[in-house]
């Protein structure tokens, strides 16, 4: 049950905007749309920011917006704060009925 | 408010059994699918295992790592969800967050507990 891929880290400057990918397979990114994206602050548990590989829940801001193409998602954040320092992990679900996290992603704020 | 609350998490020797409780609040249990996520010390998420409401026959799902030793149930009458965990592994090593699925039964996580740790070591 192999993960799906993220890059180990990005980093941006306030202001500016910064995107993560998230590569899986035929049998999960490229096959649905559940892929979700969560934000995790050390020692918190995960916050989830977008599901369904596009949509905000109620209180996530705007900065925050997913998509998808082919087998890829991505997580774009405009506007670059501090507080979103953070790791960020991908989900999506699979054929045979499982969920698979991706590796994570470390953002650093400059 | 709608809350989850884990408890059961304790240090146990390779081999034993630990069933871990996912207390909820604030929200009608029994519409939800609810689903564990581990997290190894310094590591990232890891899907354990998924359990769906009674609408969708209550089915589950266990990650290939776990399957066969891990049972998740649920108890709508108390609004509770459990993982029996057995055959523990140093492996199984993790924090432990029980998760509520936002409504598709997909893997959209909405509401996380605070964890529980488990700690498997001789």
């Known amino acids: 049950q192999s993960a799906l891929t993220q890059p180990a880290s990005v980093s941006g400057s306030p202001g500016q905007s910064i995107t993560i990918s998230c590569t899986g397979t035929?049998?999960?990114?490229?096959?649905?749309?559940?892929v979700s994206w969560y934000q995790q602050h050390p020692g918190k548990a995960p916050k989830l920011m977008i599901y369904e590989v596009t949509n905000r829940p109620s209180g996530v801001s705007n900065r925050f917006s997913g998509s998808k193409s082919g087998d890829t998602a991505s997580l774009t954040i405009s506007g670059l704060q501090a507080e979103d320092e953070a790791d960020y992990y991908c989900s999506s679900y699979r054929s045979d009925s499982t969920v698979v996290f991706g590796g994570g992603t470390k953002l650093t704020v400059l | 408010e709608v809350q989850l609350v884990e408890s059961g998490g304790a240090l146990v020797q390779p081999g034993r059994s630990l069933r871990l409780s996912c207390t909820t609040s604030g929200f009608t249990f029994g519409d939800y699918a609810m689903s564990w996520v581990r997290q190894a010390p310094g590591k990232g998420l890891e899907w354990v295992s998924f359990?769906?409401?009674?609408?969708?026959?209550?089915?589950?799902q266990y990650a290939a790592s776990v399957k066969g030793r891990f049972i998740i149930s649920r108890d709508d009458s108390k609004s509770i969800a459990y993982l029996q965990m057995n055959s523990l592994q140093i492996e199984d090593t993790a924090m432990y967050y029980c998760?509520?699925?936002?409504?598709?039964?997909?893997?959209?996580?909405?509401?996380w507990g605070q964890g529980t740790k488990v700690t498997v070591s001789s």
């Open positions: 359990v769906r409401g009674k609408a969708f026959g209550g089915t589950t």
């Open positions: 035929s049998s999960d990114v490229g096959v649905y749309n559940y």
């Open positions: 998760t509520r699925d936002g409504g598709s039964n997909y893997g959209a996580f909405d509401i």
